[in-house]
């Protein structure tokens, strides 16, 4: 059901509301395999949702260690997202610039047709990019005051980039 209705929103470009984010958020790290740690992927991204955040950190006795912000332009995050394809059959993701499928237009795994996301339009990622800029001033500001932000180059081979945080991580 979360699904169904994140979904929902996507596709029109526009963020999920925090009500719903943040019950999600919630819902997942309730789960076992969260108890050693996790990685969150674009939340929080906006003050209200990293006060709640923390809010629901704190209530769950499990303090956040680092936040990293991948570093990326427009242009690249425009060419990066396009670029992805997705099985409708069984949820494969491809990247035509980094792991394109071995033939065009085919799912490696189970021969489905690809598609692009309606999310994946260089329009609607844009809109989302602009939303996004206006929506997380500020986050950054909070975090780097925590001392627990650290600001990683996004651009370049997936590697480098993996490379980039897993050097912060170590720091920790």
Do not use: W
């Not at 329009?123 to 950054?140: A, L, V």
């Not at 370049?156 to 980039?161: K, L």
């Amino acid at each position: 059901p979360f699904g169904n209705e994140v979904a929902r929103y996507m596709n029109q470009g526009c963020l999920v509301p925090d009500p719903l984010i943040l019950d999600i958020v919630h819902q997942r790290l309730l789960q076992p395999d969260c108890i050693p740690g996790y990685i969150l992927d674009g939340f929080p991204r906006t003050l209200s949702q990293v006060h709640s955040f923390d809010a629901l950190l704190e209530e769950m006795g499990q303090p956040l260690d680092a936040v990293v912000s991948l570093e990326v332009r427009l242009g690249m995050f425009v060419k990066r997202l396009s670029a992805r394809r997705v099985c409708p059959s069984c949820g494969s993701v491809f990247n035509l610039l980094t792991t394109p499928p071995r033939k065009e237009g085919v799912c490696d795994s189970c021969g489905g047709g690809l598609t692009q996301r309606p999310d994946d339009v260089e329009d609607t990622i844009q809109k989302r990019f602009q939303i996004y800029q206006q929506e997380t001033s500020g986050i950054k500001h909070f975090y780097r005051n925590k001392g627990i932000l650290a600001e990683v180059d996004g651009e370049g081979d997936m590697e480098s980039v993996h490379r980039r945080i897993a050097e912060y991580l170590e720091r920790l």
